[in-house]
């Protein structure tokens, strides 16, 4: 990922060195924010994948790198409050750009993302397909995209 970048954000916007490795969260909290509100069924989801992804970062590592605290603070600043959309839309930028993220990983965010969407609705009762609303579409299509991601191509995930 880009590391130059995220340490000009780090600078802005008091970010921890820790955050460098939540990054795979952002598209996961953008999508719990775009209603404006962060209701208890989007953060349970958002909090199951924190913790399959420190268990995924450690073990790539093959020691601890996130403590349960660096969690539970970026979490305070992310997902309990609503971050600037500035830095949520430079940071996306940065996850967008990213090479390095495996593809299983790539659907992990994706298959989270789309959870969330449909953990919550605006209002009842709602369409047949109104569940996920149309922004929410248009933003995890985009991730598709983003992620090089197509239905016609299969995804390895062994």
């Known amino acids: 990922m880009d590391r130059q970048l995220f340490e000009q954000l780090a600078r802005e916007f008091d970010?921890?060195?820790?955050?460098?490795?939540?990054?795979?969260?952002?598209?996961?909290?953008?999508v719990m924010w775009m209603d404006g509100?962060?209701?208890d069924s989007e953060l349970n989801i958002l909090y199951q994948f924190v913790l399959e992804?420190?268990?995924?970062?450690?073990?790539?590592?093959?020691?601890?790198?996130l403590?349960?605290?660096?969690?539970n603070d970026f979490l305070d600043r992310f997902a309990l409050h609503k971050p600037p959309q500035k830095l949520l839309t430079e940071l996306h930028?940065?996850?967008a750009r990213c090479t390095d993220i495996a593809e299983h990983r790539k659907m992990d965010i994706l298959e989270y993302c789309l959870d969330i969407s449909a953990a919550c609705v605006i209002h009842y009762p709602y369409g047949i397909r109104e569940r996920v609303q149309q922004y929410e579409k248009?933003?995890?299509?985009?991730?598709?995209?983003?992620?090089?991601?197509?239905?016609?191509?299969?995804v390895d995930f062994l």
Do not use: C, M, R, W
């Open 138 to 154: 248009k933003f995890l299509l985009k991730l598709f995209t983003e992620f090089n991601i197509s239905p016609q191509k299969p």
């Open 15 to 30: 970010l921890k060195p820790a955050d460098f490795y939540f990054l795979s969260l952002i598209p996961l909290i953008e």
């Open 93 to 95: 930028n940065i996850v």
């Open 67 to 71: 403590s349960v605290e660096d969690a």
């Open 37 to 39: 509100k962060n209701q």
């Open 53 to 65: 992804h420190i268990a995924y970062i450690d073990h790539a590592a093959g020691s601890q790198v």
